[in-house]
């Protein structure tokens, strides 16, 4: 019996280890909040890359559709989400010619406190995603080369500005840069 608690015991560990590692999702470890707005570890957000019809981002984003709109030379979908009621959030998909070019969310919190906490989740995923950012101002910039074109990734905590919780973050095409 000893011999196996010597030899055993770490191959159950593993075993148990692994089975409560199952099914989890890797956007957890950043917060409930954080896996529920992020939705997906695919994509650049929320399982989506740039370059998608307004079909296929409504067929991703199956509710909260406020308005649809294709006038004026302007053509997104726009979001209105809600996680409980101390979280809720927008999301803009801007889609010229049908092709998603502009992803804008803005995440609303209860106080600064929440917010900085969500805040950082948001920033370790994208550090962890796509490395150390540069800054301007209150923003952390992330560009990346991807198989769409090269991309910039804008986060802010805008609290301070609003006395209470906010975050931006704005994902677009960055042909220009």
């Not at 923003?139 to 975050?167: H, M, V």
Request: proline share 5%; net charge negative; glycine share 8%.
């Amino acid at each position: 019996m000893t011999t196996f608690l010597k030899r055993g015991a770490p191959f159950v560990f593993i075993c148990l280890l692994m089975a409560c590692s199952c099914g989890r999702s890797p956007l957890s470890v950043y917060g409930p909040a954080f896996e529920t707005i992020m939705r997906s570890d695919t994509g650049l957000f929320r399982g989506m890359n740039m370059h998608l019809s307004k079909e296929s981002i409504k067929a991703l984003e199956p509710g909260g559709l406020k308005e649809d709109d294709s006038t004026g030379g302007t053509d997104y979908l726009f979001y209105e989400l809600k996680i409980d009621t101390t979280i809720s959030y927008t999301l803009a998909y801007y889609c010229p010619d049908n092709k998603l070019n502009n992803i804008a969310a803005d995440i609303y919190l209860l106080n600064e406190p929440q917010a900085a906490e969500l805040f950082n989740s948001f920033k370790s995923w994208f550090e962890k995603k796509y490395g150390v950012p540069q800054t301007d101002g209150d923003f952390f910039l992330w560009t990346i080369q991807t198989s769409e074109g090269k991309i910039r990734i804008e986060l802010a905590d805008e609290s301070p500005t609003y006395k209470k919780g906010k975050i931006t973050l704005v994902i677009r095409d960055a042909k220009e840069l």
